[in-house]
């Protein structure tokens, strides 16, 4: 897998994302990650951590929109907590327009 | 020093979420080289340069971390003694039979008190592809991707990061080769057991057990170089460096395997001897520690750990 593109592609389908109901929108693409979608767009408002689905520094809330996941620790996010709407932005790919809101377990929570 | 007891780090068993994506960053981007798989679906790794049977220990799971970070030690007798001592100590140790690993003896466990588990073993096969013995090569075959020498270090994170200086030093007769301290005492400890800087080393943390990177060696600066290349024509992600650290003067770029455990290639860093003082930090200078060319620290040394 290459980074080819840098970003730079026209892509079909242009999602915008938020962080916060009232976050400036950033542009998503369903096979780009959410966190990944931020980062590009030089948008803040999600700790950026691992990026890999391990670490749950980026864990989220999904406030609206539909989104598909990929595989992501179960120390941040349950089976219950990611029917319930929360995940990691590094795993999270737009469907439609996306709000979330940032947050993260602090260390030490019991789960 | 002739080195008895504690020889080095041996082997780290690592949780990944993704086997297959694991096994292309270790094997192709680090440069590491399939030993074998077991059973239970494990796989075993190893560096070109290490002469023993496996370093790094791959099990997929729903989480990522650290399973356990092992020693080897120089002899089963020196086994069997660390045994009374880590007992005696206080710590509940647990043996795991030969074959519990291909090609690897006896072992025993114990957790220390920042969570994590820790072994000890002497028996292990030595590798098939291990470095030429009589009129070496430099390699046994050229080095391929990061070309990563060997498993060398790496650093926990924990509570009662005081109570695991006790152990390892007056236990496991490791040395403290730097530390930074904070109002609440150690903060974090670069510990020793050999020549070189740092064996393990461990920061305070108020979650147990948690893991913050393994290290791989390099040639040189060079190399750490072409590591940053391979990691962005991988869009591998990125967390710090390429630069060097005031702490072991290792020159470093840290980055992360697909499932978010962080690994480290670097080159450089000072010889340790068992009669040199403990270098010390402050708080305020822990910046120019971590990350000497930043001289602060990144958002994610303290808070990313898998």
Redesign the interface.
């Known amino acids: 897998m290459t980074n080819g593109d840098g970003g730079l592609a026209v892509r079909a389908r242009n999602f915008q994302l938020r962080i916060g109901v009232d976050g400036t929108p950033f542009a998503g693409w369903p096979d780009r990650d959410l966190l990944a979608a931020m980062e590009a767009a030089g948008a803040k408002g999600v700790g950026v951590g691992c990026r890999g689905g391990g670490c749950g520094r980026c864990r989220v809330r999904v406030v609206s929109g539909e989104y598909t996941t990929g595989k992501m620790t179960r120390n941040h996010v349950s089976v219950e907590e990611e029917k319930n709407g929360y995940g990691l932005a590094c795993r999270i790919y737009p469907r439609s327009d996306l709000v979330v809101i940032w947050e993260p377990l602090q260390p030490g929570t019991p789960r | 020093m002739a080195m008895r007891g504690v020889l080095r780090p041996g082997f780290i068993q690592l949780r990944v979420?993704?086997m297959a994506a694991a096994l292309t960053h270790y094997i192709e981007r680090v440069g590491l080289e399939e030993v074998c798989r077991g059973a239970d679906g494990r796989v075993y790794l190893k560096a070109w340069d290490e002469f023993d049977h496996h370093s790094v220990i791959l099990r997929e799971a729903?989480?990522?971390?650290l399973d356990l970070f092992a020693f080897k030690v120089c002899s089963e007798d020196s086994l069997n003694s660390f045994k009374q001592r880590i007992t005696d100590w206080g710590l509940a140790v647990d043996e795991v039979p030969a074959g519990e690993q291909p090609g690897l003896g006896r072992r025993i466990g114990f957790t220390i008190p920042s969570g994590h588990r820790i072994e000890l073993y002497h028996e292990v096969e030595m590798s098939e592809a291990h470095p030429t013995i009589v009129n070496p090569m430099v390699w046994p075959k050229e080095p391929h991707g990061m070309g990563a020498i060997r498993f060398d270090h790496g650093l926990l994170y924990g509570p009662n990061i005081d109570k695991v200086e006790e152990f390892f030093t007056k236990v496991l007769d490791f040395s403290v080769a730097e530390r930074i301290n904070d109002d609440q005492g150690a903060m974090a400890l670069w510990l020793t057991v050999s020549i070189k800087a740092h064996d393990i080393a461990f920061v305070r943390?108020?979650?147990p057990a948690?893991f913050h990177h393994v290290a791989f060696l390099l040639e040189n600066w060079h190399e750490v170089g072409k590591a940053a290349d391979i990691i962005?024509?991988?869009?591998i992600?990125l967390?710090a460096g390429p630069t060097r650290h005031g702490i072991t003067r290792g020159q470093t770029i840290y980055f992360?395997?697909?499932?978010?455990?962080?690994n480290e290639v670097y080159a450089g860093g000072y010889a340790y001897y068992p009669d040199n003082p403990t270098r010390s930090w402050t708080m305020d200078q822990v910046g120019r520690g971590i990350f000497y060319y930043e001289r602060r620290l990144n958002?994610?040394f303290l808070?990313?750990?898998?």
Do not use: C, I, Q, W
Not at chain 2, 62 to 65: E, L, R
Not at chain 2, 256 to 262: A, E, L, V
Not at chain 2, 303 to 306: L, P, Q
């Open positions: 979420l993704d729903d989480t990522a971390g943390y108020p979650e948690k962005t024509h991988y869009n992600s967390d992360f395997d697909p499932s978010g455990n962080r958002e994610s808070s990313v750990v898998t």
